[in-house]
């Protein structure tokens, strides 16, 4: 009779250790899922301060490496007709790191493949020229 309790015993343990370990590793790829939306919304942040400035030196795309990761920046200024203004889109994408669930290419369901992320900011700014209300003294 001992030894039954001791093997339930056992089993019981290692289904807590598998299931402590699976929650450790999923809260390790949301911190590294995280951490990378966080470098993509810096990066998205940087290039619209830069359009929002009206600087000439602002690249419309780009690509930058951060801890392994390659970053695609796209920027867009479009003019919108009968107002004095520029709407600004700037896209930021990388690869995914997880994978994700869904139906496998063979038709059986499990780990699907590598998705590319992607974040999108959009703003406006006017287009009235930086020197318009400027005196001399």
Do not use: K
Request: overall charge neutral; some cysteine.
């Amino acid at each position: 009779m001992a030894l039954i309790e001791a093997l339930m015993a056992t089993a019981v343990l290692g289904l807590g250790l598998a299931a402590a370990t699976r929650l450790t590793l999923h809260t390790l790829q949301t911190a590294h899922d995280t951490r990378q939306h966080t470098i993509a919304l810096a990066l998205a942040l940087d290039a619209m301060e830069c359009h929002q400035s009206s600087r000439t030196t602002c690249l419309s795309q780009s690509s930058v490496e951060v801890s392994g990761t390659l970053y695609s920046l796209h920027s867009q200024l479009q003019a919108r007709p009968g107002l004095a203004l520029v709407d600004l889109h700037v896209r930021v994408q990388w690869p995914g790191t997880g994978l994700t669930s869904g139906v496998a290419p063979n038709g059986n369901a499990g780990p699907g493949p590598l998705q590319t992320r992607e974040l999108l900011i959009v703003s406006s700014r006017d287009a009235v020229p930086t020197w318009v209300g400027v005196s001399s003294p």
